[in-house]
C-alpha cells in the first residue's frame, strides 16, 4: 500500500506549484530530521510529502542592506561556518554550532526549525532574540512577518502561522553592528547530542557612553516559544551598562520562570535558579565582547 | 559560580569466585604449519579477551601471536566459558586456555625431547623455537618440530579447564575465602560545579590499578578510560526510569537515557600498576568491573569538595545540585 505520493521539485514555483495542489494534506521535508520522525511514527500521515531539498537557491547566507539574509534551506552546519556570523552574531553562531549532533546539523535547516517551532528549538531562540522576520511565498505571492507574530500565528497545523500551501523561503534579521554583541548559553544535560532544558538568548546594543539603546533577553524552553524578558529588558534599557545593572534583572527571571512555570512544579524549581546562572554566563560573554564600549 | 573540588576513590575487589564452582575451558590444536586454532567459550564483547587469549596461547606455546586464530563464544563448537563478568575472563579463561596448550605440548615436548637428545623438563619454547636451557646450542625451529611431528604421526590437542579452589561459603553467615585473587586501584578526579546551573564539568581523572601483570597494557588502558566514562555516567547523567504500576522501563532508548557524550568525558590519565602474580595466567588479574568503580566514589567526593554537599543518592543530577546548593545557603542564612 502506497502511503503517500512523494514530489522532488527543483524550482521554488514549481514547489509553490505543488503545494497549492496539493494544500489539503501535504508535508514538506527540508533536512527531514524532524519530520520524518513525525511520519515514521505517524503523528503526521499526508497524501503528499514534498522533498524541497533540490531547491538550492534557498541555501545562501548574505549580508546585504545592513540586513543579514539566510535561506530557509540552509543547514545549522553552515550557519555555524560562516565566519561573519560568528563573528557579529554569536547568538546564531552558538545556537547553530550546538544544536543537536553533527548529522543533524548537516542536515537541518534552519527554515525547518522555525517551522517546526520546537519549544527546545535553540534556532528558534537564536532567531527570536535576534528579532529576526520570516519570508513566506505562495503562488499568490510574498508576505513577510516578524517572527515572533509567526511563531504566534496559527496557521494550518496550529504551530505557526505558515499556511498549507506556504513555504519559508528566508530568514532575515538586521546586522548586528560594532556597538552591538549577542551571545547564547544552551544548558542541557550534557555538553553535546542533546536537546536544551534552558536556551538563553541575549542582544544588546550600547552607545558611545555606554548606555544601553536596545535588549533583548530570551530564553527557549521556558514556555511555548522563547520567553522574553520584559521586566529585565526595561529595567535595563536606557541605563549605563554594567555587570551589576544586569544582575539586577535576575530575580525578575526567577519570578517570572516561576510565575509561568507554576503547573509544572517538577522542573520550575530547577529552572528558576538555573535561568540565572545561564544569564550570568550571558551577561558576562556580552560584556567581554563589548569590552572596548563598557570597559571590564 | 564555578567551586573546584577534588575527590579520591579507593578500591580492592575480588577477582575468581571461589564461593561456587566458576569454570571455563579451552581446546587447542597446534596444526603442521605452526598455526593454531583455540576454542574458547569466553564472550570478546569488546573488551578484548580474544586477543588477550591469542597472547597466553601464543606465550605458552612459544610461538607468535598471528599464528592463534580463537573461536569464540560459538556454542556450537566452543567449551563451556561461565559468563563475561564479574571480571572472571582473563583470570578464568585465559587460565584455561594456558592449561589447554600446556595439554598440547605433551607430544610436542616429548617430540622436541626426542630429537634433540634432552630432557623435557630443560626444553623451553620461545619465539618459534625450541631450546635446550642447559645448552642452547641443542635447538630447533617450530617448524622442524612439527616436520617432526609429522613423521611420527602425531597430533598436538590439547583441552584444559580452570576453576578457582572452590571453598564455598559458610550458609549460616556466608563467610569463608570468596575470591581466589584481588584487584586493587585509587581514582581521583577535579571537577567543577556550577552552583547556579548545577553543571559539573570532569576535569582531570587519574585512575591507578594493580592488574598483576597485564596482558596486554593498550587495552589495560582502554578498559580503565572506559571504566572512568561509565563510572562518570554513573554518577552524573545514567538513570534508569522504572514505571510504578508496571514495571517497565520507560527511558529505553539513548535520547532519554543519558550516558557522556565525548565532550563530557574529561582528560584520563591512567596507570598501569604490575605487581605479583597470583594464580592468574602469567599473573594477570581482572580489570573489567574495578576501572569503572573507583570512579564513582571519586566523583561524588569531588563534588562534595567543591559545593560543601554529600549526596547520598546517584546519579547526582544539576537539579539536585542546585537544590542542595539552595538548602546550604537557607542553612546558613538561618544560622
Not at chain 1, 497549492?20 to 501535504?26: F, G, P, V
Not at chain 1, 551589576?244 to 519570578?255: G, K, Q, S, V
Not at chain 2, 537515557?257 to 584520563?268: G, H, K, W
Amino acid at each position: 500500500m502506497r502511503e503517500f505520493d512523494f514530489y522532488s521539485p527543483t524550482s521554488v514555483p514549481e514547489a509553490l506549484e505543488l503545494l497549492r495542489k496539493y494544500k489539503d494534506s501535504n508535508a514538506i521535508v527540508a533536512g527531514g530530521t524532524d519530520i520524518v520522525i513525525e511520519l515514521n511514527e505517524r503523528k503526521h500521515t499526508p497524501k503528499v510529502v514534498i522533498d524541497i531539498k533540490r531547491l538550492k537557491e534557498l541555501e545562501y547566507i548574505r549580508f546585504e542592506d545592513g540586513l543579514v539574509k539566510i535561506g530557509a534551506l540552509t543547514s545549522h552546519a553552515a550557519i555555524a561556518a560562516d565566519p561573519r556570523i560568528a563573528e557579529r552574531t554569536r547568538v546564531l553562531h552558538t545556537a547553530c554550532a550546538e544544536v543537536g549532533s553533527p548529522q543533524i546539523r548537516n542536515l537541518g535547516t534552519i527554515g525547518g526549525n522555525l517551522s517546526t517551532a520546537s519549544v527546545a528549538g535553540d534556532g528558534v531562540a537564536a532567531m527570536v532574540t535576534l528579532d529576526a522576520s520570516v519570508v513566506l511565498r505562495s503562488k499568490d505571492g510574498e508576505r513577510t512577518m516578524k517572527l515572533v507574530d509567526f511563531l504566534n500565528g496559527e496557521g494550518y497545523d496550529k504551530r505557526n502561522a505558515l499556511q498549507s500551501d506556504e513555504l519559508m523561503t528566508e530568514v532575515f534579521f538586521t546586522e548586528p553592528d560594532a556597538h552591538t554583541a549577542t551571545a547564547f548559553y544552551k544548558l542541557a544535560k550534557r555538553k553535546s547530542l542533546a536537546i536544551s532544558v534552558i536556551g538563553g538568548g541575549m542582544r544588546c546594543s550600547v552607545d558611545d557612553a555606554g548606555v544601553v539603546t536596545a535588549i533583548s533577553l530570551r530564553g527557549g524552553c521556558l514556555g511555548r516559544y522563547p520567553l522574553q524578558f520584559k521586566a529585565a529588558e526595561e529595567h535595563v534599557l536606557g541605563k549605563k551598562l554594567s555587570l551589576e545593572l544586569l544582575r539586577e534583572t535576575l530575580p525578575m527571571m526567577h519570578d517570572l520562570v516561576l510565575d509561568l512555570n507554576r503547573n509544572r512544579p517538577w522542573s520550575v524549581f530547577y529552572k528558576k535558579e538555573s535561568v540565572q546562572g545561564v544569564f550570568n554566563k550571558l551577561f558576562v560573554d556580552i560584556l567581554a565582547q563589548l569590552n572596548m564600549e563598557v570597559g571590564a | 559560580m564555578k567551586k573546584r573540588g577534588r575527590g579520591v576513590g579507593c578500591m580492592w575487589y575480588g577477582v575468581g569466585n571461589t564461593g561456587l564452582p566458576n569454570p571455563a575451558a579451552a581446546f587447542v590444536e597446534v596444526l603442521g604449519d605452526t598455526s593454531v586454532n583455540l576454542m574458547v567459550g569466553c564472550a570478546d564483547i569488546g573488551q578484548g579477551s580474544s586477543t588477550v587469549m591469542a597472547q597466553i596461547a601464543a606465550e605458552t606455546l612459544g610461538l607468535s601471536y598471528e599464528n592463534i586464530h580463537v573461536t569464540w563464544a560459538d556454542t556450537a563448537v566452543t567449551p563451556e566459558g561461565g559468563a563475561t563478568s564479574a571480571s572472571r575472563q582473563t583470570f578464568i579463561s585465559g587460565n584455561a586456555v594456558k592449561n589447554a596448550c600446556l595439554d598440547a605440548m605433551g607430544e610436542l615436548k616429548r617430540t622436541a625431547a626426542e630429537k634433540l637428545e634432552v630432557p623435557e623438563e630443560d626444553l623451553i619454547f620461545r619465539d618459534r623455537m625450541i631450546y635446550s636451557a642447559k645448552d642452547e646450542s641443542k635447538k630447533m625451529t617450530y617448524p622442524e618440530l612439527m616436520g617432526a611431528m609429522k613423521y611420527y604421526g602425531r597430533l598436538a590437542v590439547g583441552a584444559g579447564y580452570y576453576n578457582p579452589k572452590t571453598t564455598y561459603l559458610n550458609p549460616a553467615d556466608m563467610s569463608g575465602v570468596p575470591y581466589e585473587v584481588y584487584s586493587y586501584a585509587t581514582t581521583i578526579c577535579e571537577v567543577d560545579v556550577d552552583t547556579e546551573t548545577g553543571e559539573v564539568d570532569v576535569l582531570k581523572v587519574v585512575s591507578a590499578h594493580d592488574v598483576g601483570t597485564p596482558i596486554n597494557e593498550t587495552m589495560v588502558e582502554g578498559q580503565i578510560e572506559g571504566g572512568v566514562a561509565m563510572g562518570e555516567g554513573f554518577v552524573l547523567f545514567e538513570n534508569i526510569e522504572v514505571d510504578g504500576k508496571t514495571g517497565a522501563i520507560k527511558n529505553p532508548i539513548f535520547s532519554k537515557y543519558i550516558i557522556p557524550s565525548n565532550m563530557d568525558v574529561p582528560e584520563i590519565y591512567p596507570v598501569v600498576v604490575s605487581s605479583e602474580g597470583d594464580a592468574g595466567p602469567f599473573g594477570a588479574k581482572g580489570v573489567g568491573e574495578p576501572a569503572l568503580i573507583p570512579m564513582i566514589p571519586a566523583v561524588t567526593a569531588a563534588v562534595e569538595d567543591a559545593i560543601g554537599c554529600r549526596f547520598t543518592h546517584l546519579p547526582i543530577f544539576p537539579k539536585d545540585i542546585v537544590a542542595a546548593v539552595k538548602a546550604k545557603e537557607a542553612e546558613e542564612a538561618a544560622k
